[in-house]
């Protein structure tokens, strides 16, 4: 089970970091996606993280971090400079295995998601 937390409404430019805690799966041996929907739109990829690295993806490029804590078995995503484009419902993802590998389709667990509003 993964749960995610930390959204909530920030004003544009501003920071907010999202967690995703699990319960029942080692995270280690899993690789992570981070996924966001706007409303309206289809669900996009955010970051894929595998065991050594982290690819982010165009909607986060430059300003997204993800990093894990293992001890915690938990990821997290640093959002930095969000701007009203990136409103949504992030989700984080885990699919077993390795790979550069995070399509929607392959991902084996998701969280129920958390609400990100970039507002002023």
């Known amino acids: 089970q993964l749960v995610e937390s930390g959204g909530g409404l920030v004003k544009p430019g501003g920071s907010l970091r999202l967690s995703c805690a699990a319960s029942?799966?080692?995270?280690?041996?899993?690789?992570i996606g981070w996924f966001r929907q706007a409303p309206g739109k289809e669900r996009e990829g955010v970051s894929c993280?595998?065991?050594?690295?982290?690819n982010y993806r165009d909607p986060g490029k430059g300003r997204f971090s993800v990093s894990r804590d293992r001890a915690k078995n938990m990821v997290y995503l640093q959002m930095n400079n969000l701007q009203p484009a990136d409103t949504g419902v992030y989700y984080c993802?885990?699919?077993?295995?390795?790979?550069?590998?995070?399509?929607?389709?392959?991902?084996?667990?998701w969280g129920e998601g958390t609400l990100v509003t970039v507002s002023s």
């Open positions: 993802a885990a699919r077993a295995g390795s790979g550069d590998i995070c399509y929607s389709t392959a991902m084996d667990y």
């Open positions: 029942g799966v080692m995270l280690d041996y899993y690789v």
């Open positions: 993280t595998t065991d050594d690295m982290t």
